[in-house]
């Protein structure tokens, strides 16, 4: 078992940052690969960034050059550090840890995170 706890989100006007952070615990095996997906009300999860250890990270274009992914191994901790926010950003983010030695994934429960003034 993997646990997964998002932190981080919360209220923020337009052009404002936010460091989002996921923390995972439990039979953490092998390699893996941590990401952030994030969901609008009415609208498909979608991959917003993911990180694999000692690989360069992947970024959509809708947040690129605004979003920035990392992660410490030492603490299995990702983060996501969100620039310049927009009101499109609103949306529940959620960490996600796939496992390439068993090929299971697993999801944090989520952070709210809106862009309003």
């Known amino acids: 078992q993997v646990q997964l706890v998002e932190s981080g989100g919360g209220l923020v006007q337009p052009g404002g940052s936010l460091r989002l952070s996921c923390a995972a615990s439990?039979?953490?095996?092998?390699?893996?690969?941590m990401s952030w997906h994030r969901q609008a009300p009415g609208k498909e999860r979608e991959l917003v960034a993911s990180?694999?250890?000692?690989?360069?990270?992947n970024v959509a274009d809708s947040v690129k050059g605004r979003f920035t992914i990392s992660r410490d191994n030492a603490k299995n901790t990702v983060y996501l550090r969100m620039n310049t926010l927009k009101p499109e950003d609103t949306a529940v983010y959620y960490c996600?840890?796939?496992?390439?030695?068993?090929?299971?994934?697993?999801w944090g429960r989520g952070t709210q995170v809106t862009v309003s003034s």
């Open positions: 439990g039979s953490i095996l092998g390699r893996n690969v």
């Open positions: 990180i694999l250890s000692g690989s360069s990270p």
């Open positions: 996600k840890l796939f496992s390439l030695f068993d090929g299971i994934e697993w």
